[in-house]
């Protein structure tokens, strides 16, 4: 990264279980975040169709109801090659960063997909580990995604929610040199941040962290929800800084667009005195193999 560059955070509700509605809506907002200035915008994990909260989740132990529903999820998830979400990155002309369910077969992936601004699918990871009960979704994804890909944001990589716990995982990450961390998440909580402000620290990156915002009077009728409120989820996006320094948000409760211009000055400082597979590794004694 040499040069100043703008990147937003897109938190905004799906149109639940509906593919093509919530793909306009993102390529409506892929073009608000470009004509703010971004370079990069970052949607919430599964932004496509829906994330599966634990709220109705639940259903899929249920017999046949639960799996109506999961067959309705599957019918709407993304399938790839998708020439739809190339086109949203190309007519914003922008680096295009969402999370997905995406198909394939009969299994369902938690998928986190980066696009280039010719629509180019630049990047493509799916979740290692399903947390709990998002273990009757999902199935496990391997170590293809544990990359980087270069972007107007410098070396660009993510992982998915509680993959950001995983520790070797963010070395792999790590190794690859990334400047720009992405970590959508479904976790609204404030420990959350706990962990955002020490991933920024340790990584010495930029990370951004666009989380899952969800009302309940979103849903349709026919999905069951249990008793919790309005919210299933409150959102929480931000931008921190190589330092941990906060440059956006956490914006909470509502729809709302982060901006923030990341200046690679301050990559270079945070990392003078601590670079995690620089001067601070020591590749002699430890090592990591990603198969």
């Not at 690859?176 to 402000?197: F, I, N």
């Not at 990341?262 to 002699?284: C, E, K």
């Amino acid at each position: 990264m040499n040069e100043i560059v703008r990147v937003a955070c897109v938190q905004a509700e799906s149109v639940v279980f509906d593919r093509e509605a919530t793909i306009d809506k993102l390529a409506t907002l892929a073009l608000e975040a470009a004509a703010g200035g971004a370079k990069l915008a970052l949607f919430p994990e599964t932004f496509v169709p829906v994330y599966p909260s634990n709220r109705w989740a639940r259903e899929l132990a249920h017999g046949s109801a639960g799996t109506k529903l999961w067959a309705r999820l599957a019918q709407e998830s993304v399938t790839l090659p998708s020439e739809r979400l190339a086109a949203a990155a190309r007519d914003a002309g922008i680096w295009l960063a969402v999370g997905v369910n995406e198909l394939e077969r009969g299994t369902i992936y938690n998928a986190l997909l980066i696009y280039a601004p010719d629509g180019t699918l630049a990047l493509h990871h799916r979740k290692l580990v399903p947390t709990n009960h998002e273990r009757l979704v999902w199935g496990r994804g391997d170590g293809r995604g544990l990359d980087v890909v270069q972007t107007d944001a410098g070396l660009t990589g993510g992982l998915i929610c509680w993959e950001n716990l995983m520790p070797l995982a963010r070395f792999a990450l790590y190794e690859r040199g990334v400047e720009t961390y992405l970590a959508p998440t479904a976790d609204d909580s404030e420990e959350w941040h706990d962990s955002l402000r020490h991933i920024a620290r340790e990584s010495r990156a930029f990370v951004l962290s666009c989380c899952v915002f969800q009302s309940a009077a979103s849903y349709p009728d026919d999905v069951p929800l249990a008793e919790g409120g309005e919210l299933l989820g409150r959102g929480g996006s931000a931008i921190l800084a190589p330092d941990g320094a906060y440059l956006a948000g956490p914006l909470w409760d509502e729809e709302g667009i982060l901006f923030a211009d990341l200046d690679p000055a301050r990559l270079y400082a945070a990392r003078q005195r601590f670079d995690p597979a620089g001067h601070y590794h020591r590749p002699d004694v430890l090592s990591l193999k990603v198969t």
